[in-house]
C-alpha cells in the first residue's frame, strides 16, 4: 500500500483564474526517497501544503496511510525552507514543540525523546544552546531533529539546504542519507537543484508545466549508499541533461 | 556599571551644561517666584522631604500603579481583541484612534464632578492617556508573530491556544517592554494633571498649591521627584527586559 496518495486533486489560489494544481494523481511508496524538481513558482510547494493540510483541496482526495487526511494528526513531519528555530527557545526546547502540542509525553520522556533527537543529528551537547549560537548546517540538523520529533513516518523537507553554502550542502545531502537509511522513513524533498535530486532520491517526480497536471517519474539508477563520486557515472551525468534540458524548456517556453 | 557610566557621559555633560546655564540665566533674572535657579530648587527639595515622600510621593504613586494596572489590564485586552477577531480589530481601532483626539486635561475637570475628590478621577486621566500606547504597541507586537512559524506549528496539529503561548506571546513580549517603558512617564503625568485639577494631595497637587503662594522652586520640586522617580521605574523595567529577552531583533 502507498503511503501517500492523491487522487484527482485540483488547487486554486484565491484570485487566480486557473488551477494550480489540475487533477493531480500520484502516489509515494513507504521507506522511498523522493525528489519533486521543478522550476521556481511551478507549485511544487503547494503540493506539500496540501498534503501538511495547510491548504485544503478544491477537488480530489490526499490519503497519508490509506486514510483521507482531514481527520487525522501529526500523519507527516513538515520542514519548512528556513530553519524556523524559534529564537527564545534553546534548542532543546525547539525541539520540544512538536512533543508539548501531541501532549502525548510526560517532561521526563521528552528529555529523553530530545536528548536521542540530537545524539543521532550529531547535536549532543547543543541542548542548552540558543539558535543563534549555532552554524546554518546546524541549524537545518536541528531542524531536521525537530521534524523527526513529530514521529511521523512521512516527512516532507522543503528545499531545507537552499541557503547552505556548497560544501556544507553536499555534507548535509550525505548525512541525510544516511538517517533516511537508518531510520526507514519517506521522504519527499523538494529541490530546483537537480544534482541534489539525483543525489539525494531513487525516483526524481518532474514538475514538467503550471498547471501541474502529473508528475513525471523518473527513477535513478544508482544504488544506496551513495558518495558524490557516484554523481560522475556516465549515465548519471546523461541523465542530468536530460532533466536540465526538460527544466530549461519550461523557462524558456 | 562603569561601561554604562561611559556611555552615558555624553549626556551628563550636556545636562550639567544646560543645568549651569539655567543657574546663570536665573541668577541673572533673580526673580525666584517664577524662576527659580536649580539649587533653589534642590534646597526646597530637603525643605519639604518629610511632606514629599510620607504624604503627597505616595499619594501620586498610589494614582499612577491603579492607572497603569488598570490601562495594561485594558490595553492588553483590546489588543488581543483587536488580534483575534478582524470584526473587533475594525471596531476597536479607529475609536481607540480617536479617544487620544480627546483633549484630556479639558474635560478632567469634569472628572472631579463625577468621581469627587477620590482617587477615580485621577485614575480616569491616567488611564486616558496610557492605555493609548500600550493597546497599539501590544497589537503592533502580536501581529509581528510570523506567519511561517504559525504554519509550522499548524502542521504539528498546534491549537490557538498553543499558537498564542508559543508564538504570539513570546513575540509581543519586547513590544511589551517598550510599552511599559512608555506608558510609566505617561501614567505619572497623568496622575500628576489629575492631582493639579483636584486633589488634597499628591505631587501634582503639591506643586498647583505652591503655584499659588507664588513659590517658584517649590512648584518644581516635587516635578523634579517625579521625574526621578519615573526615570528610576523605567530603568527597573529596562534591566528586567534585558534579563528576560536576550533575542530581540532576530525575527
Known amino acids: 500500500m502507498s503511503i501517500l496518495n492523491f487522487d484527482n486533486v485540483s488547487y486554486r489560489y484565491p484570485g487566480d483564474d486557473v488551477d494550480i494544481i489540475d487533477r493531480l494523481s500520484f502516489s509515494v511508496e513507504p521507506g ?16 506539500f501544503r496540501l498534503i501538511n493540510g495547510l491548504l485544503q483541496p478544491k477537488a480530489g482526495t490526499v490519503c497519508v496511510n490509506g486514510r483521507h487526511i482531514t481527520g487525522q494528526k501529526h500523519y507527516c513531519g513538515y520542514m519548512p525552507q528556513k530553519d524556523m528555530l524559534f529564537p527564545w527557545r534553546t534548542i532543546g526546547e525547539n525541539l ?14 521528552q528529555r529523553e525523546l530530545i536528548d536521542a533527537a540530537l545524539a543521532d543529528v550529531g547535536l549532543a551537547g547543543c541542548i542548552d544552546k540558543r539558535p543563534d549560537e549555532l552554524s546554518g548546517g546546524m541549524r537545518q540538523r536541528a531542524a531536521f531533529a525537530r521534524t523527526m520529533l513529530t514521529g511521523s513516518d512521512l516527512l516532507l523537507l522543503d528545499e531545507p539546504f537552499s541557503a547552505l553554502d556548497f560544501l556544507t550542502r553536499i555534507s548535509m545531502q550525505e548525512w541525510l542519507l544516511k538517517l533516511w537509511q537508518r531510520h526507514k522513513k519517506t521522504i519527499l524533498f523538494i529541490t530546483h537543484d537537480v544534482e541534489e535530486a539525483l543525489f539525494l532520491s531513487s525516483g526524481v517526480l518532474v514538475v514538467e508545466q503550471t498547471p501541474i497536471r502529473t508528475l513525471r517519474e523518473i527513477p535513478v539508477p544508482m544504488d544506496y549508499p551513495r558518495t558524490h563520486k557516484d ?13 536540465v534540458n526538460m527544466l530549461r524548456k519550461q523557462v524558456t517556453e | 556599571m562603569r561601561k554604562a557610566c561611559k556611555s552615558n557621559l555624553p549626556a551628563l555633560i550636556f545636562l550639567f551644561a544646560l543645568l549651569m546655564l539655567w543657574q546663570l540665566g536665573a541668577m541673572k533674572v533673580n526673580a525666584a517666584y517664577i524662576l527659580p535657579t536649580p539649587v533653589q530648587i534642590l534646597q526646597k527639595l530637603w525643605e519639604l522631604r518629610i511632606v514629599l515622600f510620607t504624604e503627597h510621593l505616595p499619594a501620586t504613586m498610589l494614582v499612577t500603579l491603579v492607572g497603569l494596572i488598570i490601562s495594561l489590564v485594558l490595553g492588553l485586552g483590546l489588543a488581543i481583541l483587536m488580534d483575534a477577531s478582524p470584526f473587533c480589530r475594525k471596531a476597536i481601532y479607529p475609536v481607540v484612534v480617536a479617544s487620544q483626539t480627546i483633549p484630556t486635561t479639558a474635560i478632567a475637570p469634569l472628572f472631579v464632578l463625577w468621581f469627587g475628590y477620590s482617587i477615580w478621577s485621577k485614575v480616569l486621566v491616567t488611564v486616558l492617556i496610557t492605555f493609548f500606547p500600550i493597546t497599539i504597541t501590544v497589537y503592533d507586537g502580536l501581529q509581528s508573530a510570523k506567519v511561517e512559524m504559525t504554519e509550522l506549528l499548524l502542521t504539528y496539529g498546534a491549537t490557538k491556544r498553543d499558537i498564542f503561548f508559543k508564538i504570539k506571546v513570546p513575540c509581543t513580549l519586547p513590544y511589551f517592554f517598550s510599552a511599559i517603558k512608555m506608558a510609566i512617564p505617561l501614567s505619572v503625568i497623568g496622575a500628576a494633571i489629575g492631582e493639579w485639577l483636584g486633589a488634597q494631595s499628591g505631587l501634582g497637587y503639591l506643586s498647583r498649591r505652591m503655584m499659588t503662594q507664588l513659590d517658584g522652586a517649590g512648584v518644581f520640586a516635587p516635578i523634579v521627584l517625579m521625574s526621578a522617580v519615573a526615570m528610576l521605574a523605567v530603568a527597573l523595567v529596562a534591566l528586567l527586559e534585558k534579563k528576560m529577552i536576550r533575542w530581540r531583533g532576530e525575527l
Open chain 1, 96 to 109: 520540544a514543540l512538536p512533543l508539548e502540542i501531541q501532549r502525548k509525553y510526560n517532561k521526563a520522556e
Open chain 1, 32 to 47: 522511498s526517497f523522493h525528489c519533486i524538481i521543478g522550476t521556481s513558482g511551478c507549485g511544487k510547494s503547494t503540493i
Open chain 1, 231 to 243: 554523481l560522475a557515472h556516465p549515465e548519471i551525468i546523461e541523465l542530468r541533461e536530460q532533466l
